[in-house]
C-alpha cells in the first residue's frame, strides 16, 4: 500500500508533469501556421478540416524535432526534470598520429545517423506534446473537480453513467470524497505521464547506434591517451627522480671534499628537473582536458645529454652508438630515448655498481638497443635495504611499447652477475 502511493509523493513525479506541459505549451506557436490550410479550404467538412489541422501541426512538430539543437535542448531538459541519466550527444572522433608515441584524438567528426535513428527525436516529440496535452487536460479536469466539489460549492455537481446505471453527486459527505478521489486520480495521471516519458527518454533521446560506436571510440582514445601519458611519467619523472636522488647523495658526499663535483652535480640536478617539469606540465594539461601545449620531443639525439647526467649521477656508462642515429624517424627515435631511458633508470635503481653498457645500433632493417648493468653474484633486481621502490610497470610498459611498434625485447639476466635489456625495432631510414 505505502510502495503504491510512494510515486504520488515524489516531488519528481511532478517535475516530469511539468516537463510534459513545457512540451504542450512549445507547440502552441505552430498552431496558427497548422491552421493556414484549413483557412484556405473553408469548404470542407469541420471533421476534415480538425483532422487536417491535427496532422499539419505533428508535422510541423515533426520538423522541429529533425533539427540538431532541438535534441540537445530536449536532453538537458530531460536529465534536468525526468531525472533521466541521458548523456549528451557525441561526435565521433579520428585518430591521427601525434607528435608523441601514441594516437591522440583530433577535431571530430559528427556520428552520421542511420535513417531510423534520425526520425527519432520527431518521434520523441511528437509523442512528448501528445502526452503533455493529455496529461495536462485530464490533470486539470480532475483537479478542478476535486477542488469544487466538496460541500458543493459554486453549485457544482458529480454524475456518472455507465451501462444505464448512474450516479449523482450533490453535496454532503460523498462529495468530498468523489473530490477526494479526482484529486488522487489527477496525482495518478502525473505519475502515469512521468513514467511514461521516463520510459519512451532513454529509447529515443538516449544515443543512438552510431553515437554509441562514436562514445565507444572516445573512450577507446581517452585510455589510449591516458595510458600514454602515464608511460611518458614513468619514463621521464621517474628517470629524474632516480637520477636526481643519486645526483643528491653524491653532492652530499663531496661537498666538503670536492665543492667542484658537488656543484656540477647540483647543476646536474636542476636540468633534470627543468625537464621534468616540462614533461609534468604537458601530462598533467593533457589530464585536466586543457588545451595541451606542445608535447616535448625528445629523441636519439637527445641520449648523450642523458649519458651525462646519468655520469654526474655518478654512473659509469660505456656508449656503443653506431649507424646513422639521426636519420631514423621521428616516432621511432622517440620511441627509442624511452626505452633507454627506461632501462637506465632501471640500471641506476637495481644495478649493483659497475660500468652500464649502452648499445645502441641503426642499420637499415633494424634498430637494436641494449643496456646492460651489473647485479652482483647471487643477488637479483631491486633485492637489498637501499632498493629503489619499483612500481612493477616498468618492463611491462616497455613490451607494450616495444608489442605496438611491432618489434621484440627480451629482459632478463645475462651470466650470473649482470642483467641485459635488449630491443630490436624494425626501422626505415629517410632519405
Known sequence: MIRGIRPLLRGSTYSGM???????????PLL??????TLAWRSAPYGVQVVLTLLDWAALIGVVGLARTTRRGLIAVARRLLRVP?????????????????PTPTAPTRAVPSGADRWRTPLWLLLHV????????VSSVLLIAGLVLPGNWL????????????????????????????????????VVVTSALRWLAPRLLGPSSAERLALAA??????????????ELHDSIGHTLTATTIQAAVAGEVLSADPVAARAALRSIEESSRAALEDLDYVLGVLREEKAETAPTRTL??????LDRLRHAGAVVEPELSGELAQVQ?????AAYRILQEGLTNALRHGAGGPIEVRVAAAPDGLELSVVNRTGAGTGIGTGPDAFPTSGHGLPGLAERVRLLHGEIEAGPDGPQHWRLAVRLPVRLTA
Do not use: I
Not at 496558427?32 to 490550410?37: R, S
Not at 572516445?218 to 608511460?231: G, I, S, T
Not at 621521428?330 to 622517440?334: M, N
Open 155 to 190: 453549485g457544482a455537481e458529480a454524475g456518472l453513467s455507465l451501462f444505464g446505471w448512474s450516479v449523482r453527486v450533490a453535496g454532503g459527505w460523498g462529495s468530498w470524497v468523489v473530490a477526494l478521489g479526482c484529486v488522487l486520480l489527477a496525482a495518478a495521471a502525473c
Open 218 to 231: 572516445e573512450r577507446e582514445l581517452l585510455l589510449a591517451e591516458r595510458n600514454r601519458m602515464a608511460h
Open 86 to 102: 541521458l548523456p549528451d550527444p557525441v561526435a565521433a572522433r579520428q585518430s591521427a598520429s601525434s607528435p608523441g608515441t601514441g
Open 330 to 334: 621521428g616516432t621511432l627515435s622517440r
Open 18 to 28: 511539468l516537463f510534459a506541459y513545457c512540451g504542450a505549451l512549445a507547440s502552441l
Open 130 to 137: 501528445a502526452l503533455g496535452w493529455t496529461g495536462a487536460l
Open 301 to 306: 639525439s637527445d641520449l648523450p645529454e642523458l
Open 32 to 37: 496558427p501556421f497548422a491552421m493556414l490550410p
